[in-house]
């Protein structure tokens, strides 16, 4: 789904990330955690630098980040959330942008010559909407962070806040930027490495659990037509669940409530290597670490060095129809004797 709000930039680099308000915890004052308040710092100044005419009431942000961060994780999109999402657009695309070019010709109408300053309009009409507008910000914030899996406290995430929105914040922001761009691009790598060594190794100690000479690790669970096993080379038709370590579901043609063909040399190296390993009919359980998956930079909601669980289920190998060409007519020649 679009972000309508400032916030979607920062959840750009959070949502590579995946899912799991399980990391989400209140924290104090006791010993800072960098990198929520690097979060909830480029959320303050971002909102306020890019839109200053949206004079937020934060407290009430607040309110509705707390309220959207405890959002259970298996609910992909609620109720509360649909409407939360239509006030927003409603807002933003529609509402605000109506009433900026209200004030610019109020503006040019009393001098001509007055250029049109956005940070001295509040498009606000009142304190109520005020109020509405900051509590459905914040909780569509809180909505979508909570699935970032990135270990956040609260109370950190509201003092990054407070600090974004003061007096010289601009000071700071570059040092929160340089924070995050360090985080995802050389703590959390690490991190990811670690624990997937970690994982890996623990389920290469399971029963039924072979290891290839790549390193990847598979099952097999039920065998299929041993006579028939795809090549790399062939289309397989295929329903399946991707997985990572701590269980949450990245992908799933199950949830979509079909099977999906695609050439097996078309992607990740780990599914082209294990699914030659099952026959049609079969189903294999393959764990794929981070070099035959997506690597140190990772992709969508995998992040990077992360290793991957999947459970295919190989229905078919699909045998494309060979294109035959009509046989070119006989050329006779004339000879005249």
């Not at 009409?125 to 910000?137: F, G, L, T, W």
Request: hydrophobic letters at 35%.
């Amino acid at each position: 789904m679009k972000k309508l709000i400032y916030v979607a930039v920062v959840l750009m680099m959070a949502s590579c990330c995946g899912q799991g308000s399980q990391y989400i915890t209140k924290g104090d004052k006791s010993q800072m955690d960098s990198l929520s308040y690097a979060l909830g710092y480029s959320v303050g100044y971002g909102t306020v630098s890019n839109m200053p005419d949206v004079r937020l009431d934060w407290a009430e942000v607040m309110k509705g980040a707390l309220k959207g961060l405890a959002v259970p994780m298996d609910v992909e999109e609620d109720e509360t959330y649909k409407e939360i999402y239509a006030q927003l657009e409603q807002f933003f695309v529609h509402d605000r942008q109506d009433r900026l070019r209200e004030l610019q010709v109020l503006a040019q109408a009393e001098d001509s010559t007055a250029v049109f300053n956005p940070a001295d309009a509040d498009v606000f009409e009142n304190d109520a909407e005020r109020k509405s507008i900051s509590y459905a910000y914040g909780y569509d914030f809180g909505y979508n962070v909570r699935t970032s899996r990135m270990p956040l406290q609260t109370y950190w995430i509201s003092e990054g806040i407070n600090a974004g929105i003061g007096e010289n914040a601009e000071e700071g922001f570059q040092q929160t930027q340089n924070y995050m761009r360090r985080y995802y691009m050389e703590i959390l790598p690490v991190k990811n490495a670690e624990k997937a060594a970690e994982w890996l190794a623990e389920v290469e100690k399971k029963s039924g659990v072979q290891k290839t000479e790549s390193g990847l690790l598979y099952r097999i669970d039920r065998a299929g037509d041993e006579n028939a096993k795809p090549k790399a080379e062939d289309v397989v038709k295929v329903d399946y669940e991707g997985k990572l370590w701590d269980g949450f579901v990245f992908d799933s043609s199950y949830k979509r409530g079909e099977p999906i063909e695609f050439p097996l040399n078309r992607v990740i190296k780990g599914w082209t290597e294990g699914m030659q390993l099952v026959g049609k009919g079969g189903q294999i359980t393959l764990w794929i670490p981070a070099e035959l998956a997506y690597g140190p930079r990772g992709g969508g909601s995998i992040g990077p060095n992360e290793a991957l669980e999947f459970k295919v289920e190989l229905h078919d190998i699909v045998v494309e129809e060979p294109v035959t060409e009509e046989p070119a007519e006989e050329v006779v020649e004339i000879v005249e004797e």
